[in-house]
């Protein structure tokens, strides 16, 4: 015969602290919108915070600041004191409970998460870490796999690694969080890629090589001399037999012919560029 675990059942709380706003809510119901009205449902609220803060409190280990909590509580205290209707015979307090935990559950559901995940892919996210809590509570066990939270759950896999992958969107990593050992002085900021300014360097020089050909054989051999062998104005001007002057006029008309032909010739046959005469340099 197997052994029975029993879980105690946690009593309730009883709300022992509740206060008696039985008169004021009437009053509040036969009351019109108005600032004696607004003025009696804010006096209703405040008694009854320590209820709303402390199922507030419920929820502070889940990676939320508990003031923040308690502020969303108590939007969700205001709502149902706004909504109750003391006429239909339903006491306060199973009323309030409700509508409180609601307005929180909406505010982890849609104002908590690092990534936007569809409001189904978090619902699946709850079965998943439910039947893991479940699956894993036996001793010695390992994180059950995905077939087995399926066969546990009725859900098909793929459902089951959607859920598996939105636990982990709920927070995101700093870039500063280290990718192994903490004295290893890594972090995940380490391992992202880095653009290569190389990359538009050659784009460059593809761009500019059939703009270079249609230059005269003269100009070419100023632009190599002075570009290509880093030779001065004035060494051009000796060894080609003209003044330092004309060298520059020869490099100033190739430059404007080459950004001329990147920039407006349009025949698919040439490559464009917006690349002018700082790409002759290349």
């Given at each position: 015969?197997?052994?029975?675990?029993?879980?105690?059942?946690?009593?309730?709380?009883?709300?022992?602290?509740?206060?008696?706003?039985?008169?004021?809510?009437?009053?509040?119901?036969?009351?019109?919108?108005?600032?004696?009205?607004?003025?009696?449902?804010?006096?209703?609220?405040?008694?009854?915070?320590?209820?709303?803060?402390?199922?507030?409190?419920?929820?502070?280990?889940?990676?939320?600041?508990?003031?923040?909590?308690?502020?969303?509580?108590?939007?969700?205290?205001?709502?149902?004191?706004?909504?109750?209707?003391?006429?239909?015979?339903?006491?306060?307090?199973?009323?309030?409970?409700?509508?409180?935990?609601?307005?929180?559950?909406?505010?982890?559901?849609?104002?908590?998460?690092?990534?936007?995940?569809?409001?189904?892919?978090?619902?699946?996210?709850?079965?998943?870490?439910?039947?893991?809590?479940?699956?894993?509570?036996?001793?010695?066990?390992?994180?059950?796999?995905?077939?087995?939270?399926?066969?546990?759950?009725?859900?098909?896999?793929?459902?089951?690694?959607?859920?598996?992958?939105?636990?982990?969107?709920?927070?995101?990593?700093?870039?500063?969080?280290?990718?192994?050992?903490?004295?290893?002085?890594?972090?995940?900021?380490?391992?992202?890629?880095?653009?290569?300014?190389?990359?538009?360097?050659?784009?460059?020089?593809?761009?500019?090589?059939?703009?270079?050909?249609?230059?005269?054989?003269?100009?070419?051999?100023?632009?190599?001399?002075?570009?290509?062998?880093?030779?001065?104005?004035?060494?051009?001007?000796?060894?080609?037999?003209?003044?330092?002057?004309?060298?520059?006029?020869?490099?100033?008309?190739?430059?404007?012919?080459?950004?001329?032909?990147?920039?407006?010739d349009r025949r698919p046959a040439r490559p464009r560029c917006a690349a002018g005469a700082r790409t002759a340099r290349v």
């Amino acid at each position: 015969m197997c052994a029975v675990r029993y879980r105690p059942q946690r009593a309730r709380h009883s709300h022992a602290d509740a206060p008696d706003t039985t008169r004021e809510f009437e009053r509040l119901a036969a009351l019109p919108q108005g600032p004696e009205r607004e003025e009696l449902s804010s006096r209703i609220v405040e008694a009854w915070l320590p209820m709303a803060h402390r199922l507030a409190a419920k929820y502070r280990s889940r990676g939320e600041a508990l003031e923040d909590l308690e502020q969303v509580a108590a939007l969700g205290l205001v709502k149902a004191v706004d909504r109750y209707d003391p006429s239909h015979g339903t006491p306060f307090v199973p009323f309030a409970v409700p509508t409180i935990t609601g307005e929180i559950r909406r505010h982890f559901r849609d104002h908590t998460w690092d990534v936007h995940v569809p409001r189904r892919v978090q619902e699946l996210r709850n079965k998943v870490r439910t039947a893991i809590r479940e699956l894993s509570s036996a001793v010695d066990d390992h994180t059950p796999s995905a077939e087995r939270i399926a066969a546990h759950t009725g859900l098909s896999q793929e459902d089951v690694e959607a859920g598996l992958e939105a636990i982990g969107s709920f927070r995101s990593l700093s870039l500063d969080a280290s990718t192994g050992d903490a004295d290893d002085g890594f972090s995940l900021a380490d391992t992202f890629g880095h653009s290569e300014p190389d990359y538009e360097t050659v784009v460059a020089k593809e761009a500019v090589k059939p703009c270079l050909r249609d230059l005269p054989e003269r100009q070419r051999r100023v632009l190599y001399m002075r570009f290509f062998r880093d030779m001065t104005q004035s060494r051009i001007g000796k060894e080609l037999g003209i003044s330092q002057m004309h060298v520059s006029r020869l490099l100033s008309k190739s430059f404007e012919h080459v950004r001329h032909q990147v920039e407006h010739d349009r025949r698919p046959a040439r490559p464009r560029c917006a690349a002018g005469a700082r790409t002759a340099r290349v």
